[in-house]
């Protein structure tokens, strides 16, 4: 190669690889596992293992994790990335044999959190530049006895089908969000809810449930929702009634990814530190808090403060039920999570009405299932 050839390719940009979906059905040592690779133009990706953990990958680890779905050799793989990115030969196969002993310890790894990240240059959860979230609102039904002030049951005029969020889903896996919520109302009012998981399970998407769970003490009906492919839950807890410490019983020994939700309120505000204790006694691992109404907050950080005590680890970015006033306003106050409203997470009514959040229908981008997805993100 002639000085001139050496010149032109030091300072050649390195392009990035083919924009598109690339899947990988294996089986490691008698475990089958599944990788979808979701690579962007800028040459970044995401990575969904077992459909049930996506982690978001700069452009030198997402081609890693292609060689590695493609089943590139090691040695190959290293000198295409070698010559790709200038570093020696030796650094690329040993970042490269990295890389894939730590995906295979997360596939062999249970309950995983949904949203989990590589040691390559680590991606802020909420500073992607699309979105990676879609909160599902089956429903605005409540279970009997349930105060109608929780959810906005008169905003929309009628519930989508089957199909019809079948197709949503469809759409949403097509513009590359890997991750869908379904919520309500209480979501298990549908009938359809195992069918709708499935659906998600075959697309390759992480699915997660926010519900009451009062219907998930049922051991029968649990198992069926986890042989259909849900990922993780959110559980409401509502500590005065029995059903819903059965529901986090029978739920913590599966292989299932639990945050339990407690709204802190006047009513409850005295047994808090209790209830979190009870909680720890169970095995819960993950909690997510909030409080019914500004007079709470001091309460409301004191009460972080026991769960940390605790080991309970905290989750701000999964949604939060309705309540009396928006909870998600007192989240966090930690500037390293940006808020992701509208861009990394949207969120779909009854009626396929997509808003940047819940509680924000003043704002509606348009129908997920009238409208393109560009349109939708553009507005």
Known sequence: MNIFNRITEQFTKVQPLPVGTHHLQATRDEKPYRLHLR???????????????????????AEYAFHFIKGTEANEAAKQISKRYRVDLKTALTDFENFADQIHTLISTPDLDPASFLNFERVAPHSADSTLRLDCALTYRLPERTSA???????????L???????????????????????GGEATLREDLPQLIAHAEKNGQVCGLLTDGLKLADKDYLELLLQTGLDHVMLILQPNDPRSWKAIETIVPQDLFLTVHLTLTQKNVEDAKDILQKLANLAVENISLSAADNDLLDELLELQDTANSLSLTIRWDLPVPYSSSNPAAYETQDDEIPAGAGKTWMYVEPDGDVLPAQGEADKILGNFLKDDWESIYKN
């Open 161 to 183: 089908s089957t199909e019809e969020w079948q197709t949503i889903m469809d759409k949403a896996w097509q513009a590359g969000i890997p991750h869908i919520i379904f919520t």
């Open 149 to 159: 002030e929780y959810a906005p049951v008169k905003r929309v005029d009628r519930e």
């Open 39 to 61: 690579l962007k133009k800028d040459g970044s990706g995401l990575l969904i293992l077992n459909a049930s953990t996506v982690l978001q990958l700069n452009p030198t680890a």
